[in-house]
């Protein structure tokens, strides 16, 4: 399943890829915005969609905010979750590759629905390489996220 969330700055862009989405018949679930609102908050958006992704290895998440930044900031606090920021698609396919990203956070304010959408396409058929150097990292993340202080 893929989880999708936006603020009121990635709220259009959202609502574009749900159409895009649909006709590529993708399975995805809108976790919010429902409607746009300049008073809303990225963190609740994030934490929405990284937690869904969180509870298996099959699920996706993509969240829109102005930057990207914030949601990727906010999504990265749920364990499991490994979100980054991409602006093209060479680093969504780089991040699923290399570390396995589950969450993928687009700056909506940066992107049209075209270059927005190659990344998405990017980020959800690109596959995780499962190099011993790639499985170590990734372990060495999930200790982080286990640790404390």
Request: charged share 30%; proline share 2%; aromatic share 6%.
């Amino acid at each position: 399943m893929i989880y999708i969330g936006a603020d009121h700055g990635g709220f259009k862009l959202k609502e574009q890829l749900k159409r895009r989405l649909r006709t590529a018949k993708l399975p995805f679930k809108d976790l919010g915005a429902h409607r746009l609102d300049a008073t809303d908050d990225y963190p609740l958006f994030a934490a929405r969609v990284a937690r869904a992704v969180s509870r298996s290895d099959k699920h996706r998440g993509i969240l829109l905010c102005r930057s990207g930044v914030g949601v990727s900031v906010a999504a990265n606090k749920i364990r499991g979750v490994r979100a980054t920021v991409a602006s093209d698609s060479w680093m969504a396919a780089r991040a699923r590759r290399d570390d396995n990203i589950n969450v993928l956070a687009l700056p909506a304010d940066r992107l049209t629905i075209g270059a927005a959408w190659k990344i998405v396409r990017a980020f959800l058929t690109t596959k995780f390489r499962n190099a011993a150097r790639d499985r170590r990292r990734i372990r060495q993340i999930k200790a982080l996220e286990h640790a404390k202080g």
